[in-house]
């Protein structure tokens, strides 16, 4: 995998996270609660991600 692909990949997790911080947004209870958990597991992998595609440049 290149940088470049990674770099798409990392903005393709992005507008992920992005659309289920707007769906917590709009959920109540433990749906809110369980879609801010997937929020903030996919931020941890974006992190990694973008470690990973420092190494490689």
Do not use: P, W, Y
């Amino acid at each position: 995998m290149s940088a470049q692909d990674l770099q798409m990949f990392i903005q393709d997790c992005q507008k992920m996270a992005n659309q289920l911080r707007s769906l917590a947004g709009q959920a109540s209870g433990v749906a809110r609660s369980t879609l801010n958990e997937s929020v903030h597991h996919l931020e941890m992998c974006i992190k990694e991600c973008e470690f990973a595609a420092q190494q490689i440049r």
